[in-house]
């Protein structure tokens, strides 16, 4: 963890990243609710509105687009994925590297996951020590996507298992982490403690209503939580720039849900 | 992805790969129906046509036969394959390096196999991003044999699996994606959508009616596709120029499957 | 092994390691007795006590907080370490090279975990090659965690299986090993003489009474150990600096245990 | 594969290998029929026969003998190799660098074993891929020693199995195949057809009567193929300059049979 | 093999290795019988004797006690050991590169094991062979111990396996192959014959009496072998110089076992 107070990867010290790995992660089913969700650029428009600091996508949708895109986004380069075609253990292919991402994608963050307690833990806690010390030479923050998975981890969104999750963000160097939402504030407390001044994002999982939504990543802030990492419950929905309004109340204006509501409804 | 409109494997931003790396990942038996196919020379002689845009062979054949045809073809060079001899789970040699391909055999392209679903997916991912990135460095275009495979693959040309396996050759940097036909022009619109800004490739197959083929390649045309990589449907022929003329009708003209034929039928 | 005497590490040869590289091996859970030692700036406070010749924290804790106590803590970089969430083979990740230890964290020492007797003991003997040899560069004293398990290891206290640890310590050219502590000065005294020039640790282990904490490290130091590595046992304590300032005692001034009690004892 | 005409390792075009690796692949027992052949002294000895063009031996016994010889023998290294007390799936160690053989042993030409179809035929082929290419920088002929091996090959030496064999030689960028005799002409023109540029060499095998020895040899060179490599065959011999002299009549003078015989009679 | 006539490890051509790596390989327990061997100092007061050609320990032995030995005693370093804690198929780990051990240690040979049909027989040719060039680059002298093991080795001390375990040293380019002693002169006369130029230890083994013990010496001597490479038989002995002057008038000068024992006894 070094100080990234004035990283792009940051707005007031918060965070917001707008994933979208999942055509790597998870193919194209995931674009079905939302069609214009498969074409990139209908996601990097998205993630111009202010209240997304970084957006996350793999090399090639990079290289592909962000050369549009590099005055108006701010590049997280995802570095590693696999695809659930996949029926092995939990790993994940390290498909750029960190010195393509610095040079040749112009990112100005690098994001990794891990999945400790699976049987790769050695060797993906390995890959990652290699791209947080590469990054360090570029400068980049690194963000670890930290996930416990394996036979000891029987409740993936216990309280114990996401603070751990966070501990070992902080242990192995990660600026920020990434790690499932733990039912409540007083858990994401917890969590956050752990992590010190590691920033901990609650990961955006799946589409829930706007409310409830808004309520864990207001739980998240007031827990002391930098923010929030979210994919499909942003550019599945008809008019993503809405509830980003809505995040950037609750995220940045220390708004309250309700407030956040109102600044993101339909204008009449 | 990066632009290669101008990269000489294109031609009006449409593509023909001939491919021959079948000594390798079939053996000799593949050249039975056409003995003289056996004979690389032939194969490059073939390649000559214009409506072929870039030859797919390997390291061997490259170095001892490109030397007599750099003026009039332009070389692919596949850089992985395997034999079938060999029982185990689908997996492909790295025969060659792309420093190799680019200074020694003069390649203009680079093309590499990955079968996404098997075991070893993470390490040929990981294959994949050294020979994308140092491609990257000669500016040569990549190539990705795009074949989803293993237990989770149920229906290998279903629309789906074609889909994600496009979408793969997008998201971790592939100029040039190459998939099996996914049956119909519909299903090959949601690949070439899923690919995006990446080229997609119908894969030849096996030899069907004249008619058939081109219908599936006008199709793949039709459906935003690049085109086409074939091989035995070629070769096999005793007369490869006559499809090499409908094919360059159906591709390059947007002719019409009737005026193929026409132009490719013998001339009395 | 290479003469150490005058390194920061150590003070009049002995040395009192604290370790706190609880959160990535056992994760938050050992925080819990004391809640405050979750957050290393206590614990890094705690190392401020002179007792204490070096602090053992992993690369993120290091990083984020030994900057602000460079001044008054030495540093031992622990360069692997994995979380108990995974149930393979003891094995060990490598989450900090020592060039960055040296070069980025400042560290005065580093410190590397070997089990042996475990499935994957030749290649961790082989991590701990590279690790010494390039300490050596850096003139940093290497500590290495000896730690005996496998099938063949029935007890992993017994005199001999610990002397054969501390031999390692001496053959693969480790400053300092530490070891689990073998029941009795007379069963240490075989420990150290096997360790010849390689100085003996023995480790803190769990929590028991002082006075039978303070013997054990009596008892070492009058087997001709150098001293203890010890971490819940002391930033469990509400009040940590007391038992500190006994182990002083024990360890730098010849003290018996009643006078190191007497010493460490609330001021009335 | 490259022109290699002039390359030292060639005779007209034509080739004779006479292999001494037994020491490594087979153990003394080989010896035992003609005991002096334990001393390589002896074997370097026939291998300045005229009729030879080159001797493969391995890295120890070209250290060793190769310095008093460099005028009279072309030296092949044979890079890889395992003891045959070994019981696991067929590999083969690489026991000398390309740069070891270039430079310090005075190499005129590299060999290397593949064993298709066996488990490990990607790691083999992508060891082999390395050496070809650093071969190339030091100008020197790549030999494959190519055996299909595995669940899959039923009849080693069908025509099928060997044409594949001999194919990949071509297809991987080797100079010169080295493959088992197929059984008959008919099928060796099968064999050196499929690997078009690629010199084709017979594998001398076991001893048989020197009649239907030489009537398979001159096949070989009948069909096209550029020669033979011979080992026990040779120097297992009392008088191995005898059967040399009979090949060379066979190999370079294209004589018939009985003409190579009588050559090779003792003189009256 | 190259020309060591010169070089320090060899006394008039012959050899006496003494070596002392079984604090890695064994662990204390062979100490017990004569404790002071524990110490490493007294081992190398031992190594002072005019018949001990070089002393065998290993990095961190060589590391702490060298230097106060380097004009006194010929440094062997053994570069790779393995703990006995360990149950799994024979391998043994590189714990000194031969890079440290040159330019660090100051050693004047290398020694480094194999286990030729062991699993891992592939990957310890491997690593002997960047062993083996890596100590040409400094020209030191490469001692392989070479014992057979795994399912095929039914006898391993037959003649037939000790022969190919030398034959192997002269294979891979040893200088010296250090081997068990298959039984008899006549046997061991077999063994340094497939070893040709390679120099051939007798592997010292357990403390037998005497006289047996020199006339398996004396009869690898008489057999052409350079000399013995022995541990515990010198110095877990009361007196180990009187057996070393015993051991030097067999192998420096051609004394008999009659004399050699006379040379040794207490003088009255």
Not at 103 to 109: H, I, T, V
Not at 141 to 165: C, F, L
Not at 236 to 248: F, G, K, S, V, W
């Amino acid at each position: 963890m070094r100080p990234i107070a004035d990283a792009p990867v940051t707005r007031d010290g918060k965070v917001l990243v707008l994933a979208y790995d999942h055509g790597i992660e998870h193919g194209p089913v995931d674009f079905d609710p939302q069609p214009e969700s498969a074409d990139p650029e209908h996601v990097f428009d998205v993630a111009t509105h202010p209240a997304v600091t970084s957006l996350a996508v793999g090399k090639g949708v990079a290289e592909a687009y962000y050369p549009s895109y590099e005055d108006d986004v701010s590049l997280l380069a995802k570095l590693n994925g696999t695809s659930n075609l996949w029926m092995g253990e939990p790993d994940s292919a390290v498909n750029c590297s960190v010195e393509y991402a610095a040079e040749e994608l112009g990112a100005e963050a690098v994001g990794f996951t891990v999945y400790p307690g699976v049987n790769g833990e050695v060797e993906m806690f390995e890959e990652f020590r290699e791209v947080q010390e590469k990054a360090r030479e570029y400068d980049l923050p690194v963000v670890m996507w930290s996930y416990a998975r394996g036979q000891a981890v029987k409740n993936d969104t216990g309280e114990e298992t996401i603070a751990y999750a966070a501990r070992l963000g902080l242990e192995l160097g990660a600026d920020i982490a990434k790690v499932k939402y733990p039912g409540s504030q007083e858990a994401m407390e917890t969590v956050t403690r752990m992590a010190g001044p590691t920033k901990v994002l609650m990961s955006g999982g799946s589409k829930t209503s706007d409310r409830e939504f808004l309520e864990s990543v207001k739980s998240v802030i007031d827990a002391g939580g930098a923010g929030l990492a979210v994919g499909r419950n942003v550019w599945q929905r008809e008019n993503p720039r809405r509830i980003l309004d809505a995040l950037e109340e609750v995220i940045y204006e220390e708004a309250s849900v309700d407030e956040a509501l109102d600044a993101a409804a339909p204008k009449p």
